[in-house]
């Protein structure tokens, strides 16, 4: 009777302790993915606050042309927050089940030499996966693209259409589909962060005024820049850098615009159009045997 006393007593005692292991883990789970909900919206708050007041022009536009950038930060940040919330679970879930091991004398060294045994192997096995998945980790914390970017992988140029954390996939020009793994992609340039810059080629006769030439220019940089039509695209006053190049014919006048990210070509056609307008009207001449005016002057 004595040794089924005893026996009840260390098993209640076992229950005891493994109903403590599942309440602390239950509530150490709890409260550390709230620690970590709290921190993501407090970093996205504090995101938001930055761009608040006061902005320069080429910040409105930016801020209006990329407004999804604010969205994309806020899945970020969400995404990174249910990562670390997984970890925690699967971490705190993994000790539970280890002390709860120990209190039922469930020896632990077998079981942790072929856990580490099947980790090595599935580690050469999956090295890989875990690679991609590493890369889409760090590029979804640094930022570096997101869905509606246009980028340049070294082997497809195209529009991001799904990130996770294996896989990005692309559409180029043509509307091919791409499935690039995130641990293939060794460089990556990305043509919709910050700003794009135009850059226009005005070729005239290499005897004309050169003052002259860059006086009509800054004037269509000005009449640009006071368009309504390209208030949202224009981040800065296009600027005439002056002459580019001189040779037997052609004098080569270069002009500058930055604008909002992937709008600089058609602010090339717009200040090439309007360049060749103004010079025609202030009698310019083009370099002779240039083609694709017709005639010795800009018509």
């Given amino acids: 009777m004595g040794g089924m006393g005893d026996a009840a007593i260390v098993g209640t005692t076992d229950l005891i302790a493994i109903g403590i292991v599942i309440l602390a883990t239950v509530i150490g789970r709890f409260l550390l993915i709230r620690v970590v909900r709290g921190a993501t919206r407090r970093a ?7 761009r608040a007041g006061s902005e320069t022009r080429a910040e409105r536009i930016l ?15 969400a995404t990174l927050g249910s990562l670390i919330s997984n970890l925690i679970s699967v971490g705190l879930i993994v000790i539970g089940a280890l002390t709860i091991m120990a209190i039922l004398d469930i020896p632990l060294a077998p079981l942790l030499a072929s856990a580490g045994v099947g980790g090595v192997a599935l580690a050469f096995g999956a090295q890989s996966l875990v690679k991609d998945y590493l890369s889409g980790l760090f590029m979804i914390l640094e930022d570096q693209y997101g869905v509606g970017d246009l980028i340049d992988t070294g082997d497809v140029v195209g529009t991001v259409e799904e990130v996770t954390m294996r896989v990005t996939r692309l559409r180029d020009s043509s509307g091919k589909v791409w499935y690039i793994r995130n641990g293939e992609i060794l460089r990556l340039g990305n043509l ?10 005005v070729p005239v006769a290499n005897d004309e005024d050169a003052a002259k030439c860059i006086t009509v220019l800054e004037r269509v940089a000005t009449e640009i820049d006071e368009d309504p039509e390209f208030a949202d695209v224009l981040l800065d006053k296009p600027t005439v850098a002056g002459v580019d190049s001189v040779n037997n014919t052609t004098m080569t006048l270069r002009m500058f615009a930055k604008t909002a990210p992937n709008k600089h070509w058609g602010m090339q056609r717009v200040l090439l159009e309007r360049a060749h307008a103004a010079l025609v009207e202030a009698g310019v001449r083009v370099p002779r045997g240039l083609g694709g005016y017709g005639t010795d002057h800009m018509s």
């Fill in 44 to 50: 996205v708050e504090r995101a938001k606050q930055r």
């Fill in 192 to 201: 919709s962060q910050g700003w794009s810059t135009a850059v226009v080629d």
């Fill in 63 to 77: 801020s209006a042309v990329t407004l999804a950038r604010e969205e994309r930060a806020e899945q970020r940040t």
